[in-house]
Structures are given as structure tokens and as C-alpha cells.
């Protein structure tokens, strides 16, 4: 999956994007580092199911510490969002497919109003324009490319079937398309619609299609009351507070060897040598995590990872007795799936082979025996027995 970083200039996308995929030095036989200049590898984070089970696990990928599962997922820092991105103003195309790249989004905003809808230093703008910006531009980026499907889309009578194939890079279903066409009103036979139909459609085929959560930026220099304020602006909007400044800072800190600070955790430890000035900056971003509950960082990816992209976490494994795979690895994979995920697309993100010569699952918590539509439930640790070689 690909969570895609959004905002206008200067709201602190880059720094939240290096952020989350700044090589960590206990991470060493995975690219937890920048792909592209502007694709990477992060970590959403889950409790592991190593504890339930009474064993240590040896992930694969990522790291497992104190009981919590790193789980990587692609991350994308889309620059170039300015009114008028929808015509190509700023960074034109590279923002649009960036944009339809990303399964769900994380819009940056400046909670401080430091900054206004251009990215240009201001005092009092209102970030909140940020987001509705946000959501204008996209909506008429779509209304754009169905406005210049709508003479051929206009001609066929399976309309459900036809808006699929236009919109075949949103990752959608035809499911997905009739509740937006529901939602909007329309009609889900001939497409045939007005500028006003097309608008309301896309509209609501982005609600359903690409989440968004909001990172309200720069909290360490927010007024008292500021993100109750944006909340209160956006209703039904997930708004997290958090300081990308500081978990960078952080990171930087942990790399040079001066503390640990466990992902997520909200707590740092002083370990090397440090000095008074330092020691003055980490005692001052301490103090920020107690008041705050951590950077609000990672809290950013578990949301747009488990909320709004509702994904379920599954362990296959070979021996489900052990919870081993081939080389004894305790729960080597946590696999990131869609609510409503079966057996048979586990063993498909496992391998094609696999899946296509699959013949059945075994549940390792009861050692029964599962088919291959059985839809799988979070945490499920499975066996998939396939007749492949
Ligand atoms: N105070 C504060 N400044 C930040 C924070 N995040 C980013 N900045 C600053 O905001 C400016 C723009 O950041 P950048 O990541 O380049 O923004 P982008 O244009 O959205 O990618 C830089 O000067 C950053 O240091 C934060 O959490 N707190
Ligand atoms: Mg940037």
C-alpha cells in the first residue's frame, strides 16, 4: 500500500517524510530509507501476536520491540499542491500522479497559521482552507478527466462497467462506483451527466475512494487551543495533532547515538554524550512528548494505515504448530490485507503459484481447517496448503 504525504508548500511534508523513512541504525537488512527523492519506506505499528502465542518472533521485515510489530508500507511526498493544481498550475502532472498513486493520503496542514494557502509566510491564516482546498482541486481534477471520457462514456449503456475503466487507476470496485453514484444521486445505467453530475460524483466517489487524514503541523509552535479550533472547523475530518520538526529531530538524535527513542513511543532516554545545549533541546522535546503524548508521528501512519484504509494484519506461516516458516523463523510476515481479505488472497500476496494451486488453509490458533473464501479476521495466523513446488 501507498500512503501519499499532501499539502500546500511549506507545511512540513518533507520534513514528516524523512521523518518516517530515515534509515534506523537497528534497522539494517531493510530499506528503511528513500527510494526516489520522494518514495520511500515506512512503518505502521501494531501490537505482534508473539505474546499470545508464548514465543519471540523474527520478523523478516522490519523490527519487532517490546511487543510492537513494525509493518512496512510505501510512502509518497507529493509536492506541488496550489489552487489551480487541477490544471496543471505548480507541478502539474507529477502532483496528479502522485496523487491517484496513493491509497490513502495524509494532507499536511500548518496548524500555527503561520504559513497561508500558498505556502507564503502570513500570521492568522486559516489552516482549515487547507483541506477544502485540498478536496476542490481533486474533485476538479476528476470532474476534468470523466468530462473528457463523458462522450464515450455517455454512449455505452453498462455504465458501472465503463466508469471502472476510466477509473481503473483509483484501485476501486464496481461496488466502490455504485455507492458513489448512490451517494450522488445519479443513476447507475447511462452516464450521461452535466458538469453539476459529474461534480457531485466526483466528490463523492473521492470520500469513498481516497481517505484523508489530516496532520495538523507545527503543533510546538500552535496557541493553546488551536487544534480544538481545526477540529471544530472539520467535522467528520480525522485531525492529528503532531511536530514533524521534533520526530525529526529526534531520529537525527538516535542516529548519532545520543538517545534511544523507540518508534512511536513518546519517550526518549539519554544515552551518549551530550552537551549542555543538547541536553537543553532533547530535556525541551521530552517535554513536549509528555504534554502531548509523543510527536503524533507515528499515530499519523496507524491512522491512515488501520483507519482509513482499514487494513487487517495476517501471519501466514509454513509450520502451524511452531508459527515457523521453512527456516524456522518465528512469524517471519505480518502482511498488511483489505478488510474482508480471504485465504485464497493471502496465499495470493504470498505468490501466484501458491495461490492457484492452493487447496486449502489451517487456522494455527485452532488447527482447523479453512477454505479458500474463508474471510480472514484481524491477527489471524495461518497455514496456506498448496499443492505448488
Ligand atoms: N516549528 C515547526 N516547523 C516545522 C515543522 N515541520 C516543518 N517545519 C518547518 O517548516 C518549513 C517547511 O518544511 P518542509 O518540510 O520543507 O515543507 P514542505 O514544503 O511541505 O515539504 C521548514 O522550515 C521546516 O523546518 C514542525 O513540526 N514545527
Ligand atoms: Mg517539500
New binding site residues.
Partial sequence: MMIGLV?A????????FSALTMLDVAVADYPFTTIKPNLGVTYATKECVEKEFGVKCKPRNGLCTNGIRQLPVNIV?I?GLVPGASTGKGMGNQFLNDLSAADVLIQ?IDA?GRTDIQ?NLSSGSDPADEVKMLSEEMSLWLSGILLRHMPALSKRKDGVRALLGVLSSFNTSELQIISALKAASLPDSSISWDNEGTAKFSREFLRLNKHIIVAA?????CPQGALDAIRKKLPGCTVVG?????ELALKKAVKSGAISYAIGSGELEIEGEVSPEQRKALDYMNDYMKRNNGTGIQELVNEAVFRASGKIVAYPVENESKYTDHFGNVLPDALLLNTGSTTMDLARSIHTDIADHMLYAVDARTKGRLGKNHVLKDNDVVKIVSAAR
Avoid at 9 to 16: A, V, Y
Avoid at 217 to 221: A, E, G, R, S
Avoid at 242 to 246: D, L, V, W
Fill in positions: 499539502g508548500p511549506n507545511k512540513g511534508k518533507s520534513t514528516i511526498d509536492a499536511v500555527s505556502g503541523n507545527k503543533m510546538d509552535v503532531c511536530s514533524g520538526a521534533i
